[in-house]
């Protein structure tokens, strides 16, 4: 089987540390782990991995968070991956910092991201991990604080965190959706 595991977040070094990177923090901390590297290809970086005979895909897209989708589907098409067999990791502002949220599908909360993936899919049936960056920020600031860095009291666990977050994207491979969601969650 063959998954493709999706971090959102956008390319160059000015976006690197922000909030709304997580998802390539969680798939650096995923390559990590399986000694695997990251190579440019196209719509992204790439590196390939297996875990517990699962062949695993992790992708950085370079199409920057608003056309994420097109990413997504051509390296669907590519490796002929289905639907149920992709995990998107992404930010979430509705969630408190660090809170994991994983579903099976849902609306795109506002995400730019995922609303571009769901649009490029056809479908909001796709898996994901919301991984809660919180909202403490005033009206109007929302582009600037998820394009802010991590503050010092977060700085102290978000190594955890992003840990945490690529062990579950593993889970998702080996043990599924729905056990995946009930280690996680919360």
């Known amino acids: 089987m063959k998954y493709l595991i999706v971090g959102l977040g956008n390319p160059g070094a000015k976006y690197e540390n922000t909030r709304h990177n997580i998802g390539f923090k969680v798939l650096d901390a995923m390559g990590i ?23 695993i895909i992790l992708l950085k897209p370079n199409t920057y968070m608003n056309l994420s989708g097109k990413a997504v589907a051509y390296w669907m098409q590519q490796e002929k991956i289905k639907l149920e067999n992709i995990f998107i990791i992404t930010d979430d502002l509705a969630l408190p910092y660090g809170t994991i949220r994983i579903r099976g599908k849902g609306s795109d909360g506002g995400h730019n991201g995922l ?50 977050s690529a062990d579950a994207a593993f889970s998702f491979t080996f043990h599924g959706l729905m056990n995946t969601m009930n280690k996680f969650n919360g």
């Open 33 to 55: 782990a399986s000694n695997s590297f990251f190579e440019e290809c196209r719509h992204g970086w790439m590196a390939q991995t297996s875990f517990k005979s699962r062949q």
């Open 115 to 164: 609303k571009d993936i769901q649009r490029v899919l056809g479908t909001p049936k796709y898996a994901r991990l919301r991984f809660g960056v919180g909202a403490d920020f005033q009206k109007g600031q929302q582009v600037d604080y998820v394009l802010g860095e991590w503050n010092q009291e977060e700085s102290k666990t978000i190594d955890d965190l992003i840990k945490k």
